[in-house]
């Protein structure tokens, strides 16, 4: 059986730091015969919660849960923004969230899976905490493994493809799939 990966990367824009990073690793991922799918959560119509409480996704939520279900790695991809994660990741989480809440059914597959932490953040004064037990707490909450983060700093797309970053970001997603 292929294992599978999502990357649900909370950038708002295409082509990025982040997604240079995003590409090394599903390129070693993929290398290693897995399955891998990335989506720009910025560029679709995921709007975040306002605890309406009649949660029903719509097409594009969907095709994301239905992609979360199916993967065995999961990977949560995002700029670090004023200590915490992107708009578009947030809304994702707090959408997902929200409908878990309505659906136990949904809530209780989530668990098994291991999920990962993929930034681009300043450096220094441990920026990126926040973000990071954001996401902790999240996973721990439908019982997703939680197997460690990955982190460049702000950086222009070209001086992040240098060999160093490239073998970091290898060398990660490697770990994500032992």
């Known amino acids: 059986m292929v294992m599978k990966a999502t990357i649900f990367n909370g950038s708002p824009k295409k082509g990025d730091s982040l997604g240079v990073i995003t590409s090394f690793m599903a390129g070693r991922m993929r290398a290693e015969g897995t399955e891998v799918k990335e989506f720009l959560l910025y560029f679709m119509n ?9 949660t029903r996704p719509d097409d594009e939520l969907k095709q994301l849960i239905d992609e ?10 995002f700029p670090v923004y004023r200590w915490n994660m992107s708009g578009a990741l947030s809304a994702f989480v707090e959408e997902l969230h929200s409908y878990c809440k309505y659906d136990d059914a949904l809530a209780e ?5 291991k999920a990962f932490v993929v930034m681009v953040a300043e ?3 441990n920026i990126a905490d926040e973000a990071i037990e954001h996401m902790k707490m999240f996973f721990a909450k439908f019982n997703i493994g939680y197997g460690g983060s990955f982190s460049v700093p702000f950086a222009d797309k070209e001086k992040v493809t ?6 970091a970001a290898e060398d990660f997603a490697e770990r994500m799939l032992n």
């Open 46 to 54: 995921i709007k975040g919660c306002i605890d309406c409480g009649v």
């Open 68 to 77: 979360l279900t199916a993967s065995e790695v999961v990977v949560f991809a």
């Open 109 to 113: 597959s989530l668990g098994g899976r």
């Open 162 to 167: 240098d060999g160093d970053h490239k073998a």
């Open 123 to 125: 450096s220094g004064e």
